[in-house]
């Protein structure tokens, strides 16, 4: 369904479990800010998802095994103001504490490696790289002065 | 990327009921590409390198882009799905292209949440709106048919029921039904609702009507004006539009 006024079909006690054919709801992985056990994996989800809803969610769409997951509201804070003095909203959102089944273990890892740079010859970089490096060398004193500034004469 | 796509890909038709091939086992050959139309590079799965070789993170790696492109400062992706190409795909090929771009979504908001965290940018956030735009031309596409076939089948547009009705101020728009566990006749709420308007408000719905008369024949001649303007200015251009 698109995004905005979603309306589900009533539910009365013994009806079947609703389906849905192509959900609009996304998990996001985020990084733990308090240190989690090897197995468990936070998730910011949709307001309207529930547990179970999550945990079909890894085991059908992933093939995540789940054993069990915990979830709770975070309350985003209303006390910053913009510039016309009107209190600014962060959005609340909920979190999801996946714990996975079959012993794994999930660690976050580093998606922005620091990454050497290796300039092709002939681009701008290099020739920007080689022309300081010139200029670095013609700023440094003499090395067979032994550190001794210029002050000194001779 | 092109090989999470792959991986991506199969494991959509796993999901659908084919049996589990063996993580080692690769499948050689064709790989169809479904996320981008125009991508770079198709590589057959067996050159995909995985970050590790134990089962533990299979599933979550999608949630992760291709390793080779973590610490990259632009990531290069394809095209987005345009409406006509979507109106020739299958339902079925619909529905798999939704689960692919569904996961790919997850990926990028992973990967924007944790850009957040580190204070650093967000490697092509571009990805993420053709990714929204794509989902919503596929929505576009199934919602066509199905109005095509609830056409054919009942005659209806639209899958609520509704009418035209009158509010309490003379307006008129249409009432979309809501599904109720009770009859209209026991509901309290619906029953306080006035669908009709009093004679007093006949008056003003003309002072509407006028209001709606004004502000077209206010924008009619605005337009009228604009022509005469531009036509003073620039008579030439009239004489070879005019042709």
Redesign the interface.
């Known amino acids: 369904?698109?995004t905005g006024k979603v309306?589900y079909?009533?539910y009365?006690l013994g009806n079947p479990q609703l389906r849905i054919?192509?959900?609009?709801f996304?998990?996001?992985?985020?990084?733990p800010g308090v240190s989690q056990p090897e197995d468990t994996?936070q998730f910011?989800i949709s307001m309207q998802m529930t547990r179970v809803d999550v945990k079909n969610y890894?085991e059908?769409?992933?093939?995540?095994p789940v054993s069990v997951v915990r979830t709770r509201i975070q309350y985003g804070a209303n006390n910053k103001r913009n510039h016309k003095n009107q209190k600014v909203k962060k959005p609340d959102y909920k979190v999801a504490y996946v714990q996975?089944g079959q012993g794994?273990?999930?660690q976050f890892?580093?998606?922005?490696?620091?990454?050497e740079e290796t300039p092709e010859p002939g681009s701008v970089e290099d020739i920007q790289k080689q022309f300081m490096e010139n200029e670095r060398q013609r700023q440094t004193a003499d090395p067979r002065r032994g550190g001794v500034t210029n002050w000194f004469g001779l | 990327m092109a090989a999470a796509l792959c991986r991506r890909f199969f494991s959509a038709v796993r999901v659908s009921g084919v049996l589990q091939a063996p993580p080692g086992a690769c499948l050689s050959g064709l790989t169809l590409n479904l996320l981008h139309k125009n991508s770079t590079k198709v590589e057959p799965l067996y050159q995909c390198k995985f970050l590790h070789t134990t089962l533990s993170r299979k599933g979550l790696e999608e949630f992760f882009d291709d390793p080779k492109n973590w610490g990259e400062i632009v990531v290069k992706s394809g095209d987005e799905w345009h409406a006509k190409h979507l109106r020739n795909k299958s339902n079925e090929d619909l529905h798999k292209l939704w689960y692919v771009l569904l996961k790919e979504k997850n990926m990028l908001l992973t990967l924007e949440q944790e850009a957040k965290r580190q204070s650093l940018p967000m490697p092509s956030p571009e990805r993420l709106e053709k990714v929204e735009k794509s989902m919503g031309r596929i929505d576009l596409v199934i919602k066509e048919r199905e109005v095509a076939l609830r056409l054919l089948q009942t005659g209806h547009e639209n899958p609520r029921p509704g009418e035209w009705r009158n509010d309490f101020l003379g307006r008129t728009y249409w009432y979309n039904s809501k599904e109720w566990p009770i009859p209209w006749y026991l509901n309290k709420k619906y029953n306080r609702r006035k669908f009709f308007y009093l004679p007093r408000v006949e008056h003003f719905i003309r002072l509407r009507i006028e209001q709606h008369l004004k502000k077209q024949a206010r924008m009619k001649s605005l337009e009228k004006k604009k022509q005469l303007l531009l036509q003073k200015k620039f008579p030439h251009l009239a004489a070879q539009s005019q042709n």
């Open positions: 369904m698109a309306l079909p009533l009365q054919f192509r959900p609009n996304f998990m996001t992985l985020v990084r994996v910011r890894l059908k769409i992933y093939n995540v996975l794994q273990t999930f890892p580093n998606l922005f490696p620091e990454k």
